[in-house]
């Protein structure tokens, strides 16, 4: 099986820099894709950034200039650093990957970790 495991995020500042990290652990043979999708109450999930295996980034317009997706292959591991945060930023943070879990799949299987709050108020 495949775990997806998020730290960070909690209560932050107007203006103020938090780090989400997204740790991938059991039966992955290569990560395609990771990504930070967010839910804000009431509304639709959507995806906020990702980065492929080849270090290819894509951000929402409303972050851009602002968060930063990276990740370490080594450490099966992405990170949203997020700058300047403003208070529409309040959510719950998803990471999601998708996961080739041995070399013989014909395709990614998709992951989805349990979520961290970022709540963004003075």
């Known amino acids: 099986q495949v775990q997806l495991v998020e730290s960070g995020g909690g209560l932050v500042q107007p203006g103020g820099s938090t780090r989400l990290s997204c740790a991938a652990s059991?039966?992955?043979?290569?990560?395609?894709?990771m990504a930070w999708y967010r839910q804000a109450s009431g509304k639709e999930r959507e995806l906020v950034a990702l980065?492929?295996?080849?270090?290819?980034?894509t951000y929402a317009d409303s972050v851009k200039g602002r968060f930063t997706i990276s990740r370490d292959n080594a450490k099966n591991t992405a990170y949203l650093q997020m700058n300047s945060v403003k208070p529409e930023d309040t959510a719950v943070y998803y990471c999601n990957a998708k996961i080739f879990r041995s070399w013989q799949a014909p395709r990614p299987t998709e992951y989805w970790g349990q979520g961290t709050q970022v709540t963004v108020s003075s």
């Open positions: 059991g039966s992955i043979f290569r990560i395609n894709v």
């Open positions: 980065i492929t295996d080849g270090g290819t980034t």
